[in-house]
């Protein structure tokens, strides 16, 4: 069984703490691991588990890399979309990849944004869909509703508590028509994960969506492979429909089964779900970070750089990060949305990045920035490189903090050690390197007339970016 992991999704309904990119699922939200990790770290006891296969786009790449390698698992195909094309597409191309690895395998199909508490009655709920799905059956796991939810779509199955075929997809129901769901004992919330053999989602792609199978099967021909990712070719890609797997397949296809999941699911889609899916105190408050509270409950308060204080207000999100602070009723807080979009709209960076950006050789922090400067904290893992690289409009002085750089300045090569510093003048050829075995910190700081990350011209690159 292979597990195939969507890894796609941007989480904007938990900014600022998720953002474009770097989404909810690569964000340790409850406790070490981060949720992507913890979807792969559920699956252990599980027989039979063999290497995953991760769909992400290509911005997550290196953080998708990284924290598999965190969690030893150096074999994992990677696959990378160009562009956002719904989940038929991701699971065509996952099932034809498949194919290759082994003999018409079982795909077990996951969110990396989900929580599942109990883990006992979710790998029950997975063997007994392993069985329907080595009869050629296509399972999708229904979660048995807690409460009359209007924020999923519905399954309704023809047998109640029970495997059962399925008699129908719903869409987001009022509340009047979810509390009906939730009491007759057969509509389940619709969690997005699935189980089926790879030849079993080919064989039905063909029959209702073959435009579908035809562009994912040429993307995959046309595509390439680089370091350990499969990358889609773009043209074909892009040519593909955007539809889901709902209605390319599950809406019309008599192979459909459901098998009920009863195990502490959330897909953490709100502030208010993570709130309910943390750990509250005596209040019902969860307090994350540096925070002091006096008569407050019910609230979810997370600092991440400095103290927050609340007084005298109860039902509340607050999030405080280097760059933004979101202040909320936990009753409006899926509304943030909206502030993104206002974000995006009015193309502030606060909508894509934090000021904490991770890069495939470590990571920097903007820690200052003016008219003309801006002073960064740059982190360098041993042994990895910056780009070859120049910059057109902003000469660089480099100050070690600790560890030892290697820097190349047009065709001289010099080691700069701890509280030493050399100067990058405008136009120069030059690369960043770290020959140690401890992590390179050092403070650059920029200066000149434009100061953009779109300001690099590279000529050689470790990570294959253009």
Not at 120 to 125: D, G, I, K, L, V
Request: proline share 4%; with cysteine.
């Amino acid at each position: 069984m292979i597990p195939v992991i969507m890894s796609g999704g941007s989480g904007t309904r938990l900014w600022p703490l998720s953002r474009k990119n770097k989404p909810k699922q690569f964000i340790a939200l409850f406790g070490e691991n981060t949720m992507f990790q913890e979807t792969l770290n559920r699956l252990s006891g599980l027989e039979g588990i063999q290497s995953p296969i991760v769909v992400c786009n290509n911005d997550h790449r290196f953080m998708v890399a990284e924290q598999l390698q965190e969690l030893r698992i150096t074999s994992a195909n990677i696959i990378l979309e160009p562009v956002g094309r719904n989940t038929a597409p991701a699971l065509a191309t996952s099932a034809l990849e498949a194919q290759k690895m082994g003999d018409d395998p079982v795909l077990l199909v996951l969110a990396a944004d989900h929580v599942i508490d109990d883990l006992t009655a979710f790998h029950q709920a997975i063997e007994a869909a392993k069985i329907q799905a080595e009869q050629g059956k296509i399972v999708t796991f229904g979660i048995v509703p807690t409460s009359p939810n209007t924020g999923y779509g519905y399954i309704q199955a023809d047998q109640k508590n029970t495997i059962s075929p399925v008699k129908a997809f719903v869409e987001k129901p009022d509340l009047q028509t979810a509390t009906q769901y939730a009491d007759s004992g057969n509509f389940y919330w619709n969690s997005g994960m699935f189980m089926f053999k790879a030849s079993t989602l080919i064989c039905e792609l063909e029959k209702y969506s073959p435009e579908i199978l035809s562009s994912c099967r040429e993307a995959l021909a046309k595509g390439t492979k680089d370091l350990d990712f499969t990358r889609l070719d773009v043209a074909s890609f892009e040519a593909c429909d955007s539809d889901s797997i709902d209605y390319a397949v599950m809406e019309h296809t008599s192979k459909a089964v459901v098998v009920p999941l009863d195990a502490a699911w959330s897909d953490v889609g709100s502030w208010s779900s993570l709130w309910e899916c943390a750990q509250q105190d005596a209040d019902n408050n969860v307090l994350q970070g540096d925070v002091i509270v006096e008569d407050v409950q019910n609230a979810y308060i997370h600092s991440e750089h400095r103290l927050v204080s609340v007084i005298g207000l109860d039902d509340i999100v607050v999030v405080e990060t280097a760059d933004a602070v979101m202040v909320a009723s936990k009753k409006s807080a899926q509304n943030v949305k909206s502030i993104v979009n206002r974000l995006v709209n009015e193309d502030r960076k606060e909508a894509e990045n934090h000021r904490l950006c991770y890069r495939p050789w470590g990571h920097y922090d903007a820690i200052d920035v003016g008219e003309r400067f801006q002073v960064k904290r740059i982190t360098v893992k041993p042994g990895a490189s910056l780009s070859l690289q120049m910059h057109h409009h902003r000469a660089e002085h480099w100050i070690v903090v600790t560890g030892t750089a290697e820097v190349t300045c047009d065709d001289k090569v010099m080691l700069v050690s701890e509280n030493q510093s050399t100067y990058i003048p405008v136009g120069t050829k030059h690369r960043l390197h770290n020959p140690g075995r401890v992590l390179l910190e050092m403070i650059e700081v920029q200066s000149g007339a434009y100061l953009g990350e779109d300001d690099i011209i590279r000529f050689e690159d470790d990570y294959s970016r253009t």
